[in-house]
């Protein structure tokens, strides 16, 4: 894992001086390498000692470790794509700075993807069709559509399926679930309130609660099972993007894997549903 990702996985862990240090690193690396001790600090707006101790909170010897580390990820190409879009930027450095970030968000996913947790959500999945329970999807702003896209995506295999946005009816559906039933909780931050309270009172109800968030973040802890979709963007960026991509492909991992799963009558089942729109016009 090269240093950016690193910084980007412990980032909760970090005290709040250490974690403006880590944003500071995050949105400008190659000025953080050319910047003294001082002049980093003062951007961070936090005492030389505090650039030092975040060093040494990710593991490395202190500034001069961390530096050579940072600039050995750097050179290896990782720079481009951490880099926030600026009003400077021509067209061609935008587009290559969206697509590069997303592309890197996803590469690193699969190399270090949570292969077993996967499986085990996938397995709850199927445990809550076979019982003819609910499948629930809850996100919040942006994680708020990929909940409608599982919906829809598990929807088309023949479950009885949710998504819900509105905190209110959140807290409700939650209170109204079985042990039949699957909560799937999509969150860029893991840190919402009201899904933090959902995801408890769907466990008191005996349903499953499969979290798809950041590590180390307090929905992660509260999950039955949990899918580590980490990534770089900070939450003072203009819309999160990467993430939201990266929390797509999770969903489509997972009706793939569960459709899979179901066999050839689910086989079948797609194909009179493809039929079935082709005989209706509704695809040519």
């Known amino acids: 894992m090269n240093v950016l990702d690193r910084i980007t996985g412990q980032l909760d862990s970090l005290s709040r001086a250490e974690q403006a240090v880590a944003r500071l690193v995050l949105h400008d690396p190659d000025a953080f390498l050319r910047a003294p ?51 400077k930027d021509s067209d061609e450095a935008l587009i290559h700075k969206v697509i590069g970030q997303t592309i890197h968000t996803l590469e690193q996913f699969k190399l270090h993807a949570p292969v077993e947790s996967i499986a085990q959500a996938s397995r709850q999945f199927v445990q809550s069709i076979r019982k003819k329970g609910t499948l629930v999807f809850m996100g919040v702003g942006n994680s708020g559509m990929v909940a409608q896209d599982a919906q829809h995506k598990f929807f088309r295999l023949g479950c009885h399926t949710q998504a819900l946005s509105d905190g209110h009816l959140q807290i409700m559906q939650a209170r109204m679930l079985s042990d039949k039933d699957t909560l799937c909780v999509i969150s860029i931050s893991g840190k919402s309130r009201v899904l933090i309270d959902a995801c408890k ?47 797509l492909s999770i969903v489509d991992i997972l009706a793939t894997k569960v459709a899979l799963a179901l066999g050839p009558k689910m086989q079948s089942h797609l194909a009179g549903l493809k039929d079935a729109l082709i005989r209706t016009r509704y695809v040519k």
Do not use: N, W
């Open 37 to 87: 001790v001082s002049e980093a600090a003062s951007l961070a707006r936090v005492s030389g000692p505090t650039v030092v101790r975040f060093c040494r909170s990710l593991g490395y010897e202190g500034l001069s470790d961390f530096k050579l580390k940072l600039a050995s990820s750097l050179s290896r190409g990782s720079a481009f794509v951490h880099q926030s879009a600026t009003p």
């Open 201 to 247: 009172l769907a466990q008191a109800q005996g349903a499953g609660v499969v979290v798809i968030s950041q590590s180390r973040s307090p929905l992660a802890r509260q999950a039955d099972l949990f899918i580590a979709a980490d990534h770089h963007e900070s939450y003072e960026q203009f819309s999160p993007m990467s993430s939201r991509i990266l929390h």
